[in-house]
């Protein structure tokens, strides 16, 4: 018979019908008479309660052989549940073992398992709840960013993954190369010969997909990235990973005010479609957050996840520029109290995440869109503000998160652009053909990149990124 997924099952199966599913023990309970089966196909967050006769031999052995873990292919009747919290379970009639797990070294037991463990096993995690709620909430805020951009007519842009730039000019690059590292061809002057390397020249993996993005956009008019990127900085936090994908929309005859626009609507976009679509899935993470909250003081606790999720909804983001905040900043009470790790003390520091919070979480109690940071803070591509001391950058900072996007207006100016890249010492050499589209036929534009992660983070109310990828890249870890 064929198998019916278990989300279907009990959303819409009849009662009487005869039905296969297949899928993995989650528990086995039994009783005297009847054993009962917690099967989850991953279809939903939801299990099928198989019922199994046990006065019956073949049964009997069978069950005496299925643990938590082990898979198993079930025929039989589908009827109204006496009492599982489901509407509907399954009689079984034919059990067949797919595959064991021997209890004594299947590491995923019927209980609570620390997240920090669950990462040690992230081959078996997708088999929890909290894994499986979290893949199918990704996979549905994927398809809905492609939906969001489809609908409005953007172009989906795949961008090189190998590149011989650094579009942050952080410096922060994987070098991607073929030669042997004990053994580089080398110049005359004891530096390594990368004209002699795979491509002829140096290159890395990319941490950003919008140089090239920016040429599709001065042709196209809008288009988006959705792309994995790297980026090779030591930061060890909750919030940092060496490999996550980011969303980068570029669009032409757009100033930044249509580029915060674009950007709060997007991420209001994606959060009503989480409303929308994933509510059994949220209210499971809802309630797995809650026990976590309740280990915390009163006061660090966060806002119930689907609260927060409407709060997003409802409210428009505040608009502030860089020198407003630092304004906020200095005269706030951390500050004040010296309670910040890093004190603000002068207009032209970067904000840390400490600063980007309080005055998301504290001050505003909502998303904020920083605008003008100084030009010394931001990349050498943001377009120039008459003042000479700012770019016309954006932020979006959301509670609990800090940074989900950063972007700007983007300098279309040739000679402009040229003094910067210049002045910044970046390889003019390596950039003609980001500058010709500026000496052929340039338009204002502008841009932005989400970290999908920083989004996910949010989404799920999780508290560690390295909790909403499956196989997550950090410093000393590689694993899987
Ligand atoms: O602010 P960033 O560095 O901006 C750019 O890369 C621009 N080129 C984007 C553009 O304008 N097209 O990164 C954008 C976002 C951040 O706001 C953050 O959400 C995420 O990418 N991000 C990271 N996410 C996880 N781990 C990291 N190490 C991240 N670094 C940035
Ligand atoms: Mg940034």
Redesign the pocket.
Known sequence: MKRTKIKQLLESGDAGSKVTVKGWVRTKRGSKNVAFLAINDGSTINNIQVVVDVNNNENEALLAKIHTGASISIDGLLTESQGSGQRVELMAENLIILGEANPDEYPLQPKKHSLEFLREIAHLRFRTNTFSAITRLRHSMIFAVHKFFNDKGFLNIHTPIITGSD??GAGEMFRVSVFDPKNPPLLEDGNVNWKEDFFGKETNLT????LE?ELAALALSEIYTFGP?F?A?N?NTS????E?W?I?P?MAFYDINDNMDLAEEMLKYLVKYALENCMEDLQFLSKRQQEEESQKPQDQRSMELIEKLKFVLDNDFARISYTEAIDILMKSKPNQKKQFQYPVEKWGTDLQSEHERFLVEKHFKKPVILTDYPKEIK?FYMKQNEDGKTVRAM??LFPGIG??????QREENYEKLLNRIREMHIPEKDMWWYLETRKFGTVEHS?????F??LMLFVSGMGN?RDVIPFPRTPKNAEF
Do not use: K, P, W
């Open positions: 579009c942050e941490v950003s997909g919008q993005g990127t980026r900085e930061s919030r940092h990973l060496a996550f980011m980068e570029e990349a932020d979006v940074e989900i996007i950063g972007g700007s841009g932005y990149g989400l970290g992660e920083r990124i």
